[in-house]
């Protein structure tokens, strides 16, 4: 670019441009979210001249507050997020772990049985599903919300296949000094395989935080809801009063984007893992 | 098996020999007992997932093939029916409106994600000022929640007091246009909800893809006096094939399941001109109660899939090969 000095860059100035204008696009909806979050009720919210003028105030979070279980929704959505993505490095490290390196009898029908499991949509379980959960009694429990997106088998798939890549030599080594399977597990794959595992969990958790189909039929009680499915509840109240239910989103929002803010290079690189695979 | 019974014939036979009678056959058990336990321990690693996988994966695959082939409500008496749901699918409009309601939005959905993923790749891709904030930007949206980023475009998208339809008011458009009560409107309101809340994810799979391109093949051709276009069109174009493939599987796929944005943003109106598939099964299981009928839909997203899986892991296998 360098080599050809022109007095002005028309072809860059128009990438510019282009790629702002974007990036505006992208960033009007949200930025709308938030200003309107703090408009008083019942404000014009239409006009843009209005809409960025003061007054602005704290009501409308003090309403969500007040009105809503919000808090709870966000720490639900969280636990279940947070326990749901322990689980699931848990099991599929375990079970990635014993079809790499232990040799047992059908071990290729397990692994074939596994990865059928990923071209199964949970979309077309959830009737069965859920008459089972309502037979057990688990209707608006932790372990109804939790314990069916545990067994992920992508999880498996990747964790072994990085597994495969660590030498075998390091495994024998290991068994020279009498370690038993587990302790090689826990002590030798469990630390090699730290990104994988980092990437896994952001995409279960990302998974988990987003899910919507699931909660919304075994979460119906007001106190067990995650934000996806409470959110909605509340704001059906308000139609035409915008900025309550904005104010709702921005709360519901937060602890993601802190999450994205904080660790924006291992979400794009955990993304980049368990996608291209 | 088969190498394991020779080797016993040959230590037998060697034994015979040697009229060392007992140690081979200890030796022999001992290799018994090895992979005895090792597969005890393979299982004892394997336990906590699969009990997880059987139990809410598994089973109710194959109950529901077997709900599907009966008839009763929710909680009743099941009675055997045979194929019946799956005579009375053939027939029920509903459903085949729900069927091509999905398709098309795999249809419209795939394509613009995969064109405009790509450009924001590029656009991050191409060491602009600023890339941190643009790269911010055009990925946010995707960690809203799926719920948040519908209630943002159904208050935006409302006649009256959206957003949107006061701006065009204020360019002059002087109709009140119902962005969600209007059909055709309708689905491109979910398309372009669906657009914003996940380019950002596509964009990330896109941007690994140009990263992977060897600088030296640009110098070359730079070297050789290529436009812009034309080392987008024979470098760049051609080395994102796989990452293409890639984004269309995983799009379809996530297309194939949508539920979420019509629920949330039309509720699958107006009328069911917006009523995916697993909105469908979700209303007949959970609103009619009819799990029979609704487990057998649920085998026709199941098989749609399985066959779209197929056709797609050819094309894949295709590409790659």
């Known amino acids: ?277 | 098996m088969g190498a394991l019974n020779r080797e016993q014939k040959d230590m037998e036979e060697q034994s015979a020999k040697h009229k060392v009678v007992h140690y081979p056959q200890k030796k022999n058990k001992v290799k018994r007992n090895e992979s005895l336990k090792s597969n005890a321990i393979a299982w004892a690693f394997l336990f906590p997932f699969m009990l997880l996988y059987v139990w809410f994966m598994l089973y109710p695959i194959i109950q529901g093939f077997f709900t599907s082939l009966t008839t009763g409500s929710f909680g009743m008496a099941r009675e055997f029916s045979g194929l019946d749901n799956y005579v009375r699918l053939l027939s029920d409009q509903a459903f085949w409106q729900s069927l091509w309601n999905t398709v098309y939005f795999v249809l419209i959905s795939t394509p613009t994600i995969v064109i405009f993923g790509l450009i924001l790749a590029l656009i991050v891709n191409a060491k602009l000022k600023g890339t941190t904030f643009l790269r911010s930007a055009f990925f946010m949206p995707y960690m809203l929640s799926i719920s948040v980023m519908a209630s943002i475009w159904v208050f935006i998208l409302q006649p009256y007091t959206g957003f949107l339809n006061a701006i065009l008011g204020q360019l002059g458009v002087s109709e009140e246009i119902f962005w969600l009560g209007n059909e055709h409107l309708a689905w491109i309101s979910i398309l372009v909800a669906t657009l914003w809340w996940t380019l950002g994810f596509n964009m990330v799979l896109f941007l690994a893809g140009l990263q992977d391109i060897s600088e030296e093949m640009y110098e070359a051709a730079d070297i050789d006096g290529a436009s812009a276009w034309a080392k987008f069109w024979h470098i760049t174009l051609p080395s994102l094939k796989g990452v293409v493939t890639l984004v269309v599987i995983l799009q379809s796929v996530a297309s194939f399941k949508l539920f979420g944005q019509p629920w949330l943003m039309t509720g699958g109106g107006p009328g069911d001109a917006t009523r995916p598939l697993v909105q469908y099964i979700y209303e007949l299981g959970f609103i009619q109660w009819d799990p029979g009928y609704a487990s057998a839909v649920s085998y026709v997203l199941f098989g749609v899939m399985a066959i779209f899986a197929a056709i797609q892991y050819k094309l894949l296998v295709k590409k790659e090969g």
Not at chain 1, 75 to 84: D, E, K, L, M, P
Not at chain 1, 220 to 244: C, E, H, K, N, W
């Open chain 1, 1 to 277: 670019m360098e080599k050809h000095r022109k007095p002005f860059n028309y072809k860059k100035l128009i990438v510019y441009i282009i790629s702002y204008f974007f990036a505006f696009i992208m960033l009007v909806p949200l930025v709308w979210m938030v200003v309107t979050s703090f408009k008083p009720e019942g404000s014009v919210v239409t006009v843009i001249g209005e809409l960025i003028q003061p007054p602005f105030t704290l009501d409308s979070y003090f309403k969500v507050n007040d009105t809503s279980e919000i808090w709870r929704w966000t720490a639900n959505s969280v636990f279940v997020g947070a326990v749901q993505t322990a689980g699931t490095l848990l099991v599929s490290s375990l079970a990635a772990f014993a079809i790499s390196r232990i040799p047992f009898k059908g071990k290729n029908f397990v692994f074939l049985i596994i990865l059928a499991g990923l071209m199964v949509p949970v979309e077309a379980t959830i009737v069965p599903l859920f008459s089972m959960i309502a037979d057990l009694g688990w209707v608006n429990t932790f372990q109804a919300l939790i314990l069916p997106g545990i067994a992920l088998p992508l999880g498996v798939l990747i964790l072994k296949q990085f597994y495969d890549s660590i030498p075998t030599e390091l495994v024998e080594a290991a068994k020279m000094d009498g370690a038993s399977l587990f302790t090689i597990w826990y002590k030798i794959f469990l630390p090699l395989s730290r990104t994988s595992m980092a990437a896994l969990a952001i995409f279960v958790f990302v998974q988990s935080w987003n899910n919507f189909l699931w909660p919304l039929l075994v979460a119906t009680d007001a106190s067990m809801m995650t934000l996806p499915v409470g959110i909605p509840t509340f704001q059906s109240a308000f139609a035409t009063d915008l900025s309550v239910p904005m104010a709702a989103n921005v709360i519901g929002s937060v602890p993601a984007l802190i999450i994205f803010l904080i660790f924006q290079k291992h979400i794009i690189q955990g993304i980049t893992m368990t996608g291209i695979k």
